[in-house]
């Protein structure tokens, strides 16, 4: 609220005696003033909530990483993100996590209402290790009868079990009976952010938490702006699908960022569909909706899926003005490979350290050394700049790479980053941010309060009128 012009000081109480005004015709009563509050409470709000939602695996994640050119959140093959992630603004010396776990409370009524699901005769204590190992071991049957974690329902919700389960057992010390207790990451001893959001990532302790807290130092966090990730909506476990609707529809969501998937599937999902008329139904968001069709690169060697993607926006995109074609994979790591060098052979000795290592001493090829490659050689991205590079059969991928970054460097990473849309999305938020936002969340207010105050001056101009005519 800091930055609210000197006029706008008393905002809300001036607003309020308009609509107190209001409230004292009884011809204009009935006025719907839902509007007039929704703008009021974004104008003066010191938040502002910019959700990320989409699809599971459309990339998230990894976009949030690539907008704030670090790899702050988990992202990765399969339903990664379990829960609610909210990034604030921190000073440089004070970035941490905060991690909220559920309380036994809610643990228990989740493991009663997944065995009710589950056709269970009795609701295991979850404090008796005999039957916890019991527990375990039927969601395990069941897995293995439906022949797979996520072949059917009743699979997932076995599953959702068995990982609620062992993550109370192995989080058990820190979980309170009733509270929703709250723990900096100091006490996990975790060094960095990442290491946080390493344990947070779905699986059995994401199970058990209820909300992780990013407090990060980045320009685009000033002014009050939260980026929140959320599951995606077709998760295959059903509760973190619910969350991130329940988010969509709440009013304090203020932006929505879109991860659109069709760029690698062809075309958009029932969900996703059902997704955009939520949106659209919020008038806490209005227009504020970018929309990302991320995973471009797909796009690059399948004519067809290109063909589908410029349809689909062609037709049910062309009036919005916020549309962006994305890779965040590439787009994130070409921003992290931009500080190394030869030394490092270019991130495989930093970067990726942790993906190269293989079993038996056998170098890994990390997934973004393929999708580098292939952009060089299949995308046609350079076939007519000045990059003559090639891709040679007698050399691994790792080492091609390191070859043609060797001859190329910072200009192809530079040409890479510009191919990838994440810079155009970056240049484009931030304006938003911190050019419009305010200005364009007062003009709401004005243009919600002018009907209101039309109404208000035909009223007492007809009142007048009426006085007039009357002898003095
Ligand atoms: N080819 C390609 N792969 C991508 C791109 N963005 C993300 N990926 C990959 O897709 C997978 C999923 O990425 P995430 O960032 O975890 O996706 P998400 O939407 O957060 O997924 P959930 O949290 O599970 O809903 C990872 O293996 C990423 O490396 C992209 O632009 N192109
Ligand atoms: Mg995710």
């Known amino acids: 609220m800091s930055n609210l012009p000197l006029q706008c000081k008393n905002l809300k109480e001036q607003v309020e005696s308009i609509l107190q005004l209001l409230q004292q015709e009884p011809t204009l009563r009935s006025q719907d003033i839902t509007p007039v509050r929704t703008s009021l409470s974004k104008a003066i709000s010191p938040k502002f909530e910019i959700v990320f939602a989409g699809a599971f695996s459309a990339g998230k994640s990894m976009l949030i990483n690539a907008l704030l050119e670090r790899e702050l959140l988990y992202s990765a093959e399969g339903h990664a993100t379990g829960t609610e992630c909210k990034i604030e603004y921190a000073e440089v010396d004070k970035e941490r996590v905060i991690l909220t776990f559920l309380s036994e409370a809610e643990i228990r009524e989740q493991v009663a209402s997944l065995c009710q699901q589950l056709g269970f005769k009795t609701v295991p204590n979850i404090n008796q290790p005999d039957l916890i190992n019991l527990l375990r071991q039927y969601s395990e049957a069941i897995i293995q009868q439906e022949g797979g974690e996520s072949k059917s329902e009743r699979a997932k919700?076995?599953?959702a079990l068995m990982?609620?389960?062992e993550g109370y057992i192995a989080n058990r010390d820190r979980i309170n009976t009733v509270i929703n207790a709250t723990y900096p990451m100091e006490q996990f001893n975790f060094s960095n952010l990442k290491e946080a959001a390493g344990y947070a990532r779905r699986g059995s302790n994401s199970a058990v938490l209820?909300?992780?807290?990013?407090?990060c130092n980045h320009p685009l966090l000033q002014d009050g702006n939260v980026i929140i990730d959320t599951p995606g909506i077709d998760a295959p476990v059903e509760k973190d699908a619910q969350l991130t609707y329940a988010k969509i529809q709440h009013p304090d969501t203020s932006a929505v960022v879109y991860v659109l998937k069709p760029a690698a599937a062809g075309d958009m999902t029932k969900e996703e569909t059902e997704l955009l008329e939520l949106m659209r139904e919020n008038g806490g968001v209005r227009d504020r909706v970018f929309?990302?069709?991320?995973?471009i690169d797909e796009t690059w060697y399948n004519t067809q899926l290109r063909q589908r993607l410029d349809d689909l926006i062609n037709g049910q995109f062309t009036n919005s003005r916020k549309v962006y074609k994305t890779s965040g994979l590439l787009g994130f790591y070409g921003s992290q490979i931009k500080q190394t060098s030869q030394q490092d052979r270019f991130g495989l000795d930093s970067v990726f350290t942790?993906?190269?290592k293989g079993?038996?001493?056998k170098e890994e090829t990390p997934q973004f050394v393929y999708a580098f490659n292939n952009y060089c050689?299949?995308?046609?991205?350079l076939s007519s700049t000045k990059f003559r590079v090639s891709v040679n059969g007698y050399e691994t991928p790792n080492q091609n790479y390191v070859r043609i970054l060797g001859d190329w460097g910072n200009e192809l990473i530079e040409k890479l980053i510009q191919d990838s849309g994440t810079e155009e999305f970056r240049t484009a938020i931030t304006r938003y941010l911190t050019e419009e936002k305010r200005p364009q969340l007062f003009k709401n207010l004005a243009d919600d309060l002018e009907d209101i105050c039309i109404k208000l001056k035909k009223h007492y101009q007809s009142v007048q009128r009426d006085l007039d005519s009357q002898p003095q």
């Open 157 to 159: 919700q076995a599953k």
């Open 163 to 165: 990982l609620l389960v």
């Open 210 to 215: 209820k909300r992780i807290e990013y407090y």
């Open 291 to 295: 929309y990302i069709f991320n995973r």
């Open 354 to 356: 942790e993906s190269i």
């Open 359 to 361: 079993l038996d001493g």
């Open 377 to 381: 050689v299949n995308s046609g991205k």
